[in-house]
């Protein structure tokens, strides 16, 4: 019992204080909906403290990176519950696309999942299933703190099948062959193509603006413009005008941990131009 009495109290301070108003909708799904940009903060360290930093910082949404990192699902839940209340609402990237990994992350309070490898609109399918309650889709009824973080007057179920965000990620050439069925599938919100992945797997690695992936990238516009949806994409500072020329509106920007240490180098180069001398870092190891 102790060690369930921090949780309840910082759960009786938090969620009374914080819930969302009357008519409260996804922010980013109303942003993209009327035609606008969102730009995400990506969270790579398994530190609830960072990823509140970055839900303050001026992102509209988090990125919290369950493929390409340490997070647990405990360590997602209590990122979800320390950034209640910031201006970014949290997304999951999930590392297979399995009715039970969307499940987990939507239980403890993600607002969309972002599901990768989307080869084939089969998979698109079964994306949009794990994140709709029957009859849109296949989600058990089981949201725990989901329906804590998010009470509505409408109830969770019904208004999570309205705000609840399905984000795949192309990121092979199959993927591209696929593209226009699977920009077909109903109750997809965003296509986000996986440009590294998708560079190295066209023979391409790191040539994000290769003639092949110029092509990729134009078909996957083309067929997201047919059904109305946006296009996502990994994006850095010297990206972003590029980007949205070529029509990105969902973009995934730097990580924690990337923002970290241009940070502590931005503050050496100022010790060096201050006069102090400084050797560059060398690893020991």
């Known amino acids: 019992m102790p060690r369930i009495l921090p949780l309840l109290v910082l759960l009786a301070v938090l969620l009374p204080a914080q819930q969302p108003a009357p008519g409260f909708v996804n922010p980013v799904k109303k942003t993209l909906k009327e035609g606008g940009v969102v730009i995400g903060g990506t969270i790579q360290a398994a530190n609830p403290d960072t990823a509140a930093i970055m839900a303050g910082a001026g992102f509209d949404f988090l990125w919290i990176e369950g493929e390409h990192s340490p997070i647990t699902l405990e360590t997602t839940r209590n990122i979800i519950l320390l950034t209640q209340g910031r201006k970014a609402v949290p997304f999951t990237r999930v590392p297979v696309n399995e009715l039970w990994t969307a499940k987990r992350m939507l239980d403890v309070g993600s607002l969309g999942v972002i599901f ?139 990580s924690d941990l990337s923002l970290l240490q241009s940070a502590a180098r931005d503050f050496f180069s100022s010790i060096k131009a201050a006069g102090v001398e400084r050797k560059d870092p060398t690893p020991i190891y």
């Open 116 to 254: 990768p490898f989307t080869d084939t609109a089969d998979l698109a399918r079964q994306a949009v299933a794990a994140c709709k309650y029957p009859p849109a889709g296949r989600r058990g009824y089981g949201p725990g703190l989901a329906s804590f973080r998010w009470p509505v007057p409408e109830g969770y179920p019904k208004w999570a099948n309205d705000n609840v965000m399905v984000i795949v990620i192309v990121e092979r050439p199959v993927a591209i062959d696929h593209i226009e069925e699977i920009a077909a599938v109903p109750g997809l919100d965003v296509i986000f193509i996986g440009l590294n992945d998708l560079s190295y797997n066209y023979g391409v690695p790191g040539q994000l603006t290769a003639p092949v992936m110029r092509a990729a990238v134009e078909r996957v516009m083309s067929a997201a413009k047919k059904h109305n949806l946006p296009v996502g994409g990994p994006a850095g500072a010297a990206d972003v005008k590029r980007m949205l020329a070529e029509g990105y509106r969902f973009l995934q920007g730097p």
